[in-house]
């Protein structure tokens, strides 16, 4: 066996030792943090009727339904995370509505895809799959987060007929419609993640996600238990997404789906100390939207719906009254 042989297997071996050790240090500090956090409901305990649907590509798309009255409202969450995303709206809003929530491609419970069927455009022909399947008539409330309100801008120009027709209300959260890279240091932060090799980002994920998260996604107030719940959902999407979907970002433009969105009533929600996604770029979609009513939620960062989720449930409501 040459030197170089054996130098690539203890360097595996050597990364190998580290992810176990990793592994084993992530488990044991969520374990503690969940033990403090003494939750009445546990966070990812809430769940309804689960479906799996075939996308376009026939990747399995997987969306659970919580039945209650019209409308219907589709919750479409951001990146890296999963549908435990509306943790708190999920509890407050049964019942007042048939709430229908997704796990985006590659995220949560719903099948893998790699760079070439990431892109904007399959979101919003998921989007549009879930909603021929699960939500065949009556009016439709959409409420996106970060990536999940870009595919329902880019829903509302690539599938414009279903939208104009169907859907009555929208609410969008911590989302952008164009030029994010220019401000936004955190996906700055990320490109230079990006460049290094796997199994090293793997391993620097599970060891310092916790600091990582609550420097970049989460304001300077943000309590532990809103951390806590950022961190476990966020370490449970695999490292290949990141890549994969990073490239939406670099040259966003979404402009044209917000004519047929200015026909519904809207609400912008941002955090005023969002690095993700800076508030500027939900004060331009409120500008840029007719009617559409900006909701500040001062020295709040990215996960909004973790750090102040009063506010966010109070911001669908007001769209779910005049969307019946």
Not at 6 to 20: D, E, K, L, S, W
Not at 48 to 53: A, I, N, R
Not at 100 to 119: E, K, Q
Request: negative net charge; aromatic residues 8%.
């Amino acid at each position: 066996m040459s030197k170089y042989v054996t130098r690539a297997a203890a360097t595996a071996g050597a990364f190998a030792a580290a992810g176990v050790a990793a592994t084993v240090f992530k488990n044991r500090s969520m374990q503690q943090r969940r033990l403090r956090r003494a939750e009445e409901i546990p966070f990812g305990s809430v769940h309804g009727d689960s479906h799996f649907l075939a996308a376009h590509d026939d990747v399995p798309l997987h969306v659970e339904v919580d039945d209650g009255p019209a409308p219907t409202i589709v919750f479409l969450h951001g990146w890296l995370c999963d549908l435990d995303t509306w943790h708190y709206q999920r509890v407050a809003l049964r019942g007042e509505a048939r709430l229908v929530f997704c796990d985006l491609r590659s995220h949560g419970r719903s099948g893998r895809t790699g760079p070439a069927n990431s892109r904007l455009d399959d979101l919003a022909d998921d989007l549009l799959t879930v909603v021929e399947s699960l939500v065949p008539d009556g009016p439709i409330v959409l409420v996106g987060h970060s990536m999940g309100g870009m595919a329902i801008m880019r829903f509302a120009a690539r599938h414009r007929p279903v939208f104009e027709e169907r859907v009555t209300g929208v609410v969008l959260l911590g989302t952008s419609a164009g030029k994010l890279m220019r401000k936004s240091p955190a996906l700055r932060y990320i490109a230079r993640l990006m460049r290094v090799t796997t199994p090293l980002l793997d391993w620097g994920r599970q060891f310092n996600s916790y600091s990582i998260i609550k420097r970049w996604a989460l304001g300077p107030h943000a309590t532990e238990t809103a951390a806590d719940l950022s961190n476990e959902m966020i370490l449970r999407a695999p490292s290949h997404v990141i890549a994969d979907f990073y490239p939406n970002f670099l040259d966003l433009d979404l402009g044209e789906g917000l004519g047929s969105i200015s026909k519904v009533p809207t609400v912008v929600v941002g955090g005023t100390r969002d690095v993700l996604t800076p508030f500027s770029h939900s004060r331009w979609l409120a500008d840029h939207i007719e009617g559409a009513e900006l909701v500040i939620v001062n020295d709040v960062g990215h996960m909004m719906m973790f750090e102040e989720p009063e506010q966010v449930t109070e911001a669908i409501e007001r769209v779910l009254k005049e969307a019946v």
